[in-house]
């Protein structure tokens, strides 16, 4: 989520692991990326597939899965626990 994905990522963005096992049950998630590797029209099609909203990404934030984030802010680790709201999203290179 507001990643950069470079261009070697494969349009179709996900493969398959061995034929067509877990299709049915995975769940995969992209929200506001960037980059060339980024676009999500020829992503591939399967049930598992979500497209967040705004609210729905906001729980799969850092601040929310990781139990608290303190231990990840004394690491020095950049990190943002929310949402980035803004046309500018940072760049930790």
Known sequence: MQSNIGGFVAPEGW????GNFA???LYYAEYQNRGPGSDMKNRVKWRGIQHFTPQMAESWTG??????DEWIR???TPYVPT???SN???DFS
């Open 15 to 18: 493969s398959e692991w061995q």
């Open 23 to 25: 299709l049915d049950t």
């Open 63 to 68: 601040g929310r899965i990781y139990g608290g």
């Open 74 to 76: 004394i690491s020095g």
């Open 83 to 85: 949402m980035i709201y």
């Open 88 to 90: 500018k999203l940072y």
